[in-house]
């Protein structure tokens, strides 16, 4: 018999396993399909009596049981389980083998009883399929890479199968369940519920989203919709041998607008975009097709200059990238906690602002206009005005500059001496503000400032308040240099900052340090400006990275993630009295990037309201929890900083630069891009997307905690460490 090349997994679990009589017409049906040559795979999922009878049998035996080894017990009924399938496929005339969560190859998390599933190896599984032999898998427990058993949460086992699906390249998973399909309602609670011939993956996501009929786990559907698996929710019943139900596929088109159904609440773009925030972390896949792609570096160090750098840090060649997820051209994936520097605060690729663009580019619309009026740009402005603008009682006029945070920059500086009449410009120890000569005079980095060949005039260094080096009352002593008519403190035109220091190592300027700075400004007749271009537009957790401080800066510069795709783009924004330029006096080839215009007013969409923040705000709580919690205690020296969804890891007591350096590089050895910055590169910087799903924002963060226990442990003059997982 010819058996197909191509797999279908299919999962059983509830009725399907509930007696022996089940378990024999479930593998009666399965030798019928295996019979027409069609390879399968299978997964089980059910303890049944069988494990009531162990945990009372634990009972018996006295005291509390611990959590390992209640998994130890359910792990045992789930491999009977499995084994009783195969015993029962063999009675059929069917080749097959039961395999245990270990030797499928399913690594969890370490957490008994409610472990999530981190990577499937399906090696041993692929051998068997390829021998002809059905594989029965265990399919509701895993180990740990620790090798403790464990078994799953609600509805893992939906994800193994799909997990499963993915590696062997599956032509479907079929989750058969005791239900006839999908409803868009719960129709235990509604009679009027209608049943889904075929739906697409983000249609099932809004139906679960809305509490809908949750049959499925949503992270199987998520995996599913990324690795495009074509799921089949099927009704197993003893009086019916129809295999009809509810098949999930990827839509003939990806929906430009929000799907129907979504939580009212919710802005429309938050809703196009909202199968993002809900994306599991990839799958390791173990089979290769064609084998790894060659990574061929040769053009870029033959031709491309030395000042290349973050290409030295994660050496390979990267080909695509979706969410939080970037893959190298062999199709290995990497969480992405870097995020362009800043530049993608809303992930790679969003889906609602790429059909957008799109449609402008197929419409042959206008894709430069230097500062020409266009629709696009009038949208945008709009868009800025109603969305950001008005609901903060801000009245900033706009200048759109060249597409780089440093030409901001640049502008802002200028604006300030022809606004005020002065020529010094104050900025703040540990400050990064570009690389253009005027930036660099403003900016702390010592080696950075010396590659500008030249003498970096008119600017006054002053203490940020915190860092390595601060001062007790750097309020106060700057107070005292603006006071005292004989500090010899020229005033300046304007004090520049950053109220979080990204490359200076994730500094948090006090609210109560930000509003003194502002009302000195105002005592003196010094204009404040504020630069976000890092970690404004939410990096912070609010649009503007100043809100949380109740002030109101004279000038702010914005770029990065104010293109929204990640496509370049520039502000700055300056109070009305201030726009004093005469027209051309600061001008650029490049400030009518209309692309640009288009992604960041479909970005901007996001805020409106206050669902986007509440959204970081609970991922910023899972990033500290993490650091505070599991990373920090390794070694008393760790020091964390941060606010919203940027967070610094510095090592600088702790092993300093060079176990700072190897933990990046494990991270990336494991899937994880995490960059360096703040003084020597001693802090590991945890700068994901802002709409990175919670799941992978966890393994990322997994990722790190492990990587940085395996790093200091081996560097025992750093200290002791306390392995993960241990009491």
């Keep these: 018999m010819q058996v197909s ?46 494990t009531d009878d162990l945990l009372a049998l634990a009972k018996r035996c006295g005291g509390p049981s611990p959590e390992r080894e209640v998994d130890a017990l359910l792990a045992c009924g789930e491999n009977m389980s499995a084994a009783l399938f195969a015993m029962c496929l063999r009675a059929e005339g069917v080749n097959a083998m039961s395999l245990s969560g270990l030797q499928a190859g399913i690594v969890t998390t370490a957490e008994h009883g409610h472990a999530e599933v981190r990577s499937v190896r399906a090696d041993r599984v692929a051998a068997l399929l390829a021998d002809g032999v059905i594989p029965v898998v265990a399919g509701f427990q895993g180990v740990t890479p620790g090798g403790d058993v464990t078994t799953l949460g609600r509805g893992g086992s939906d994800l193994t199968a799909v997990l499963l699906g993915a590696a062997l390249e599956a032509s479907a998973v079929e989750l058969y369940k005791d239900v006839d399909g999908i409803y868009d309602r719960d129709p235990t ?5 209608n049943l889904f011939a075929r739906m697409d993956y983000d249609r099932l996501l809004t139906v679960l989203a809305n509490g809908g009929h949750a049959v499925v786990q949503s992270g199987a559907v998520e995996y599913a919709r990324r690795h495009q698996v074509v799921l089949r929710v099927v009704p197993f019943s003893p009086s019916r ?175 300030a001496r022809l606004a005020t009449g002065r020529v010094t410009v104050a900025s703040f120890t540990g400050g990064w503000h570009g690389m253009t000569a005027a930036c660099l005079s403003v900016t702390g980095n010592r080696e950075h400032r010396e590659a500008a ?57 006090p609210p109560e340090w930000l509003r003194g700075i502002r009302a000195l400004c105002d005592k003196h007749g010094v204009l404040m400006i504020v630069d976000d271009v890092q970690v404004g537009c939410g990096r912070a957790g609010s649009f503007f990275s100043f809100e ?27 109070k009305r009295e201030l726009d004093v330029w005469t027209p051309g006096q600061h001008t650029g080839t490049f400030r009518g990037n209309q692309l640009a215009f288009l992604a960041a007013t479909e970005a901007l969409s996001l805020w409106k309201g206050h669902q986007f923040e509440k959204v970081i705000a609970e991922r910023a709580a899972v990033v500290e929890k993490s650091l505070r919690g599991h990373i920090a205690p390794l070694h008393g020296d760790i020091e964390v900083r941060g606010i919203g969804l940027m967070w610094g890891l510095d090592m600088r007591r702790a092993g300093g630069a060079a176990v700072a350096k190897k933990i990046g590089q494990r991270c990336f050895e494991r899937g994880l891009i995490i960059e360096r910055c703040g003084r020597d590169d001693t802090v590991l910087k945890v700068m994901p997307p802002l709409t990175i799903d919670v799941e992978t924002l966890k393994q990322g963060l997994r990722i790190l905690e492990e990587a940085t226990t395996a790093v200091l442990a081996a560097e025992p003059q750093t200290g002791k460490v306390t392995p993960i997982g241990a009491a």
């Design 548 to 574: 949380r401080a109740g002030i109101v800066p004279d000038l702010v510069c914005l770029s990065k993630s104010i293109g929204g795709y990640g496509l370049p783009m520039s502000l700055l924004l300056m």
């Design 189 to 193: 609670e509604h009679v009027d519920a």
């Design 241 to 415: 041998e129809d295999r009809t139900g509810t098949v999930v596929k990827m839509a003939t088109r990806m929906p430009s607008r929000v799907p129907s159904r979504i939580p009212s609440h919710l802005p429309e773009a938050m809703a196009a975009v909202a199968p993002d925030f809900a994306r599991p972390p990839a799958v390791p896949r173990e089979i290769p097709i064609d084998g790894e792609a060659a990574r061929d570096v040769a053009v870029f160090e033959d031709i491309e200059s030395n000042v290349r750098t973050y290409c030295r840090s994660f050496p390979t060649v990267f080909a695509r990238a979706k969410g939080a997820l970037m893959f190298d051209e062999a199709g290995r994936s990497y969480i992405d906690f870097f995020a362009g520097a800043g530049a993608l605060n809303y992930g790679h690729n969003p889906d609602f602002i790429r059909e957008r663009l799109i449609e402008h580019l197929k419409s042959d619309s206008v894709t430069h206009a230097l500062d020409m009026f266009t629709p696009t740009k009038r949208r945008f402005l709009e868009q800025f005005r109603d969305v950001v603008l008005r609901p903060r009682q801000l009245d900033y006029k706009v200048q759109f500059c060249g597409p780089t945070g440093a030409n901001s920059v640049e502008a802002a500086l200028k604006l």
């Design 453 to 509: 060949g030249a003498p970096l005039p008119f600017t006054t260094v002053l203490p940020y308040p915190d860092g390595p080096y601060r001062l007790d009352d750097a309020l106060g002593y700057v107070t005292s240099l603006f006071d005292d008519p004989n500090s010899g403190l020229d005033l300046p035109a304007a004090v520049i900052m950053e109220t979080v220091q990204g490359e200076g190592g994730i500094y948090v300027a």
């Design 5 to 50: 090349e191509r797999v279908i997994v299919q999962k059983y679990g509830g009725a399907a396993l509930a007696s022996i009589e089940s378990i024999q017409r479930a593998a009666h049906r399965v030798a019928e399909i295996r019979n027409t040559g069609q390879s399968l795979c299978v997964v089980v999922s059910a303890m049944g009596a069988t």
